[in-house]
T-cell receptor, first 115, second 110 residues
């Protein structure tokens, strides 16, 4: 099992540019989560998909952030336009059923730096 | 706001010693999970304890849960250099969301 795959692992961009982060969940998992981790705020849930459908995006900080899951094996998180305060590590995680007892499997993260 | 909060924030121990960290939370839970994060990596699930359980073991890990005090502890016995990492507790509410604490950073000295 390859685990959750994220790309790119590192992204450096300039303020105002569009950034797209990608995630491939574990095969057979039907829940997908996007998190953001910073020193100041810790790990924050941004959005949650179940069976490719966005269930709760209340954690998405602003309209500049959007996420899609066109199929069971791929999701994107887009920031447009990016700002320096978006600099963080973004994690994608997946779980088998998304229930409250389910273990979440995290990807290695994408470290985003916005200059 | 974060549901779970770990204590201490940082812990430095000698290899072979035990490491204990605590997690306190505010509202009632169904389950509590502990995760480990090595530097530059994603979180890895360690153990899940249900609200009706008081203690659980997994290898060198021992987790306790006291729902009356809304607290949990994670004990790592006979620590190794590879245990150097940040440890997070995650609590659930009445929905699917896991709420992570700020973490305890553990350094195991050789």
């Amino acid at each position: 099992d390859a685990g959750v795959i994220q790309s790119p692992r590192h992204e450096v961009t300039e303020m105002g540019q569009e950034v797209t982060l990608r995630c491939k969940p574990i095969s057979g998992h039907n829940s997908l989560f996007w998190y953001r981790q910073t020193m100041m705020r810790g790990l924050e849930l941004l959005i949650y998909f179940n069976n490719n459908v966005p269930i709760d995006d209340s954690g998405m900080p602003e309209d500049r952030f959007s996420a899609k899951m066109p199929n069971a094996s791929f999701s994107t998180l887009k920031i447009q336009p990016s700002e320096p305060r978006d600099s963080a590590v973004y994690f994608c995680a997946s779980s088998r059923a998304g229930g409250i007892t389910d273990t979440q499997y995290f990807g290695p993260g994408t470290r985003l730096t916005v200059l | 706001s974060q549901q779970g909060e770990e204590d201490p924030q940082a812990l430095s121990i000698q290899e072979g010693e035990n490491a204990t960290m605590n997690c306190s939370y505010k509202t009632s839970i169904n389950n509590l999970q502990w995760y480990r994060q090595n530097s530059g990596r994603g979180l890895v699930h360690l153990i899940l304890i249900r609200s009706n359980e008081r203690e659980k073991h997994s290898g060198r890990l021992r987790v306790t849960l006291d729902t009356s005090k809304k607290s949990s502890s994670l004990l790592i016995t006979a620590s190794r250099a590879a245990d150097t990492a940040s440890y997070f507790c995650a609590t659930d509410g009445n929905d699917y969301k896991l709420s992570f604490g700020a973490g305890t950073t553990v350094t195991v000295r050789a």
